[in-house]
């Protein structure tokens, strides 16, 4: 079943283009109010332009900020790596960051040990639309009323196989009043992009309409 959802949409040339935008948006929260800034980051490529946004602000909006990572790999590389990797590594060097700024879900571990939402969440969309580890297929048991905020992925159809992911029902607790940025870039993402504007499936087959549809705050930002 169709349906209409206002949604705004940010075309750029490329995906470092969105890295002065990310500080924009987090220099704003920063002035709407004094606590933590909690901001929910993908990993992968899509974590590239959101980390060099967020490392151009100000020393004094760092150190305020708590990064939580929406999926974890559990073998091979990490995401949490590739976090480092992309420039959190040398600002943790530079003492500009701490360790414990980055959050990273575990098995048997709260998570978001936090009331209300996050501040700011950005969602990389993949070739299937899946966001964070919430493959095809994962919705709607993650998001049962009696879901955790954080499950583990076994059987991933993109590798690695073993996997711990951000729920459904988490992003409802914790992001429902949340500026959501689902990033739809590089070629590779065409099908899944046009798919999610055609907006004729549910979160079931294709993921990232799960915002929409359930009336999050969304912004598409594409480089398409």
Not at 30 to 41: L, Q, W
Not at 49 to 63: A, D, H, M, R, T
Not at 127 to 146: K, N, Q, T, Y
Not at 197 to 204: C, F, G, T
Request: charged residues 25%.
């Amino acid at each position: 079943m169709q349906y209409i959802c206002i949604m705004k949409k940010l075309k750029l040339s490329d995906p470092g283009a969105f890295a002065p935008l990310v500080s924009t948006h987090i220099r704003e929260v920063a002035r709407s109010h004094d606590k933590p800034i909690r901001i929910g980051v993908p990993g992968g490529r899509g974590a590239i332009p959101v980390i060099q946004g967020l490392l151009s602000c100000e020393q004094e909006i760092l150190k305020r900020v708590e990064l939580y990572l929406v999926d974890e790999r559990l073998t091979g590389p990490s995401n949490r790596d590739t976090l480092l990797d992309v420039g959190l590594a040398k600002a943790i060097e530079e003492g500009l960051f701490r360790v414990g700024q980055l959050h990273v879900p575990e098995p048997e571990h709260p998570f978001f040990t936090f009331d209300g939402d996050l501040d700011l969440l950005y969602l990389g969309v993949g070739e299937d639309g899946h966001v964070a580890s919430l493959f095809p297929g994962s919705f709607p048991a993650l998001d049962a009323r009696d879901c955790s905020e954080t499950a583990i992925v076994p059987d991933s159809p993109k590798p690695p196989p073993e996997r711990i992911t951000v729920t459904w029902r988490a992003f409802r607790d914790h992001a429902g009043k949340t500026p959501v940025f689902l990033l739809f870039f590089g070629e590779g993402k065409r099908a899944s992009f046009e798919r999610f504007l055609a907006a004729k499936e549910s979160p079931s087959t294709l993921p990232c309409l799960f915002f929409p549809r359930e009336w999050f705050s969304v912004t598409i930002v594409t480089d398409l």
